[in-house]
């Protein structure tokens, strides 16, 4: 359709990136071959942020957008993770982010934490780590317009935001995905509900064509899986397919995450019109620049006209410096504690949450272990058996990386951090045999997000996993065994779980069956501790028969 006579088309730039995860260093390896052919060093903020002030001189600043679909706080690495990801924030300021949905992760902590992250105050345990220079909140806007408090059903932060750019209104609706509670340690957001993505979606585009608002885009922090190139989407397959196809038509390009995947997607509307979807990986290790061509007199987006590219965050441009000074800043009170060698091991002790989330791992095994030690004296629970998620597990053990300076084979406080860095804090609960059975069987649910999510199971315990049994009915009868004992479905048994998986994470509901339940410690010291208490680690063997 040709554009009204006198209307001029204007380009505005839109650049954005997705489940940063507070990885400010250039640590991370480069993105898989599928996605990048030349395995290129990618990632670390300085080189987020140079990149994006390189994409914006093409077209000025004045002319350009920064936004993010969710996952910038939570699961990161120690420098940004040990000081509840106020170094994260401090540097994507620094970089200019503009506005960003809400993740899962931004809900790590609970909703009292996401408020401060979002408006400042020091940390209510550790307190200021700048005490002439208190945290004073986020200067960019998270959106989260399908969270809502149950109180009085009004959005927990601000459902949109709208910007100008060129004399054109800019609507941003910014969501994450609704099944967060099952993401999160549920009692952190006990005090909210998680409302449809598309249902909001389409009541927040129509309040904004209301107040004269025509070009809106969606930041969700929901995605796909891209099999394909990091500008591809041939076979891409997960749950945004379907909010995509769901969303308004006024809405004119959706940036999406959670997934960690690349993509640049025409995805069909809810008319049937193609539209843009993208993702940007993860780390900061690709940025998404997105040209949305306006009509200056209608506010009409000419999709036609339109494009995206991904484009890899390469190491070989310049560092900018102001990320440089972000990350010595916090390294001064980070390195003293990063480097202290806390226990050591003699293999790979491998399997966390970057690999498959669904199969028993010696690293989620030796974790579990971990909480048995520490919960198993009478006054400390009393634990006979121990769960870790894999996804949970953040990190492996591996001989040869010394990030700290160590030797090989020494574990520092940096790494064991990294392995758990949720900051849960461990229980520990009365089951009964069936009830353990029940929580078994919930590592496999076909509705899920992820339908496979193993646990690890401490020493001692075990039973055996048939994959092709019905979904509920894949636990061996029989098969469980405590010390070699066969376990009875109707006896009661000690078990110790992080909260996340005591209050139901990940769906395991039937662990929130638990009764006289006693807090431990917090999951990092439990770590810690056990590390210190056995030098030379070994990979522990397979405890389940068949997973």
């Known amino acids: 359709m040709r554009p009204p006579a006198g209307s001029v088309q204007v380009p505005i730039q839109l650049l954005s990136f997705n489940d940063y995860h507070g990885h400010l260093e250039a640590t991370d390896p480069a993105l898989p071959t599928k996605w990048d052919p030349t395995a290129s060093p990618v990632g670390g903020v300085e080189y987020l942020s140079a990149t994006i002030k390189a994409l914006r001189a093409k077209v000025g600043d004045a002319n350009s957008l920064t936004v993010a679909a969710g996952d910038l706080i939570g699961g990161s690495p120690f420098l940004s993770g040990m000081f509840h990801d106020e170094p994260s924030v401090e540097s994507l300021e620094t970089l200019g982010l503009d506005v960003s949905s809400v993740g899962n992760h931004e809900f790590d902590e609970g909703t009292a934490e996401l408020l401060r992250m979002q408006y400042g105050g020091c940390h209510p345990v550790d307190g200021c780590y700048f005490p002439d220079q208190p945290y004073d909140g986020a200067s960019f806007n998270w959106l989260a317009a399908n969270v809502v408090r149950k109180s009085n059903g009004k959005p927990l932060l601000p459902p949109v935001a709208v910007r100008a750019v060129k004399g054109v209104k800019i609507g941003f609706i910014g969501m994450t995905l609704e099944s967060t509670p099952t993401l999160v340690n549920p009692s952190g957001v006990a005090s909210v509900d998680f409302k449809d993505e598309i249902e909001t979606a389409n009541a927040q585009a129509a309040a904004l064509k209301k107040r004269g608002v025509k070009t809106i885009v969606v930041l969700i922090h929901e995605g796909g899986v891209n099999p394909s190139g990091i500008n591809g989407c041939s076979g891409i397959s997960g749950p945004i397919l379907a909010i995509a196809q769901g969303i308004t038509h006024d809405v004119d390009a959706i940036i999406t995450g959670h997934t960690h995947e690349p993509y640049i997607c025409q995805i069909p509307d809810a008319r049937g019109v193609p539209r843009l979807v993208t993702s940007a ?173 193993a646990l690890g199971v401490s020493a001692g315990f075990s039973y055996a996993w048939d994959a092709l049994a019905p979904q509920g009915s894949k636990v061996v009868p029989g098969s469980m065994t405590l010390n070699g004992v066969p376990m009875s479905m109707t006896a009661t048994y000690r078990v110790a779980l992080p909260n996340f998986l005591a209050d139901g994470g990940d769906d395991f509901l039937a662990f929130k069956q638990g009764t006289n339940r006693l807090g431990g410690g917090e999951d990092l010291a439990m770590l810690v501790a056990y590390l210190q208490a056995h030098p030379g680690l070994t990979a522990p063997a397979s405890r389940i028969d068949g997973l």
């Open 281 to 453: 990986a993860s780390y900061g290790q690709v940025v998404t620049e997105t040209t949305l061509v306006v009509n200056k007199a209608t506010g009409e987006v000419d999709r036609a006209a339109s494009s995206a590219e991904n484009h890899l965050v390469l190491r070989s441009i310049a560092k900018d410096p102001a990320e440089t000074a972000v990350i010595a800043k916090w390294n001064a009170l980070a390195a003293p504690m990063a480097g202290r060698v806390v226990g050591s091991h003699v293999e790979d002790i491998l399997g966390d949450a970057g690999g498959n989330r669904g199969i028993e791992t010696p690293m989620a095994d030796l974790v579990a272990d971990a909480w048995l030690s520490g919960t198993s004296g009478a006054s400390q629970g009393g634990a006979q058996i121990a769960f870790q998620n894999v996804g949970g597990t953040r990190a492996s053990f591996r001989v040869n990386a010394t990030p700290n300076g160590e030797q090989p084979g020494q574990i520092t406080y940096a790494e064991a951090y990294a392995v758990v860095p949720f900051s849960n804090v461990m229980v520990t609960v009365d089951l009964t045999g069936d009830q353990i059975r029940q929580g078994l069987e919930q590592q496999y649910i076909a509705t899920r997000g992820r339908p496979a999510l």
